[in-house]
Nanobody
Framework: QVQLMESGGGSVQAGGSLRLSCVAS???????MGWFRQVPGKERERVAD???????RYVGSVKGRFTISKDNAKNTLYLQMNNLKPEDTGTYYC???????????????WGQGTQVTVSS
């Protein structure tokens, strides 16, 4: 059973940077993994994900600012967030699933989340 633990959230001013980490216990080398975020009262949205072949995909609003990467040797998924904006505020969750389609249809394993707050 895969378990995920996020860290790295915090409070920053607009224009600042944060790096989120997600450590996975269990076998995730061939899994699709991703970062999602949620704001109270809104649905959780996909921010970025990386397929089992390492191909990254981003939601349009973070392209050019966020970078997702996966270190299989450390069983860790990262999200480098630069030039943060107030609209990036939310709880960020890490998720993993054997297939990308499962990841995107909420059939994966989820972490507990880490809060990111960006002030203007």
């Amino acid at each position: 059973q895969v378990q995920l633990m996020e860290s790295g959230g915090g409070s920053v001013q607009a224009g600042g940077s944060l790096r989120l980490s997600c450590v996975a216990s269990g076998y995730t080398t061939t899994h699709a993994m991703g970062w999602f975020r949620q704001v109270p009262g809104k649905e959780r949205e996909r921010v970025a994900d990386v397929d089992s072949d390492g191909s990254p995909r981003y939601v349009g609003s973070v392209k050019g600012r966020f970078t997702i990467s996966k270190d299989n040797a450390k069983n860790t998924l990262y999200l480098q967030m630069n030039n943060l904006k107030p609209e990036d505020t939310g709880t960020y969750y890490c998720a993993a699933a054997p297939l990308r389609a499962q990841l995107l249809s909420n059939q994966g394993v989820w972490g507990q989340g880490t809060q990111v707050t960006v002030s203007s």
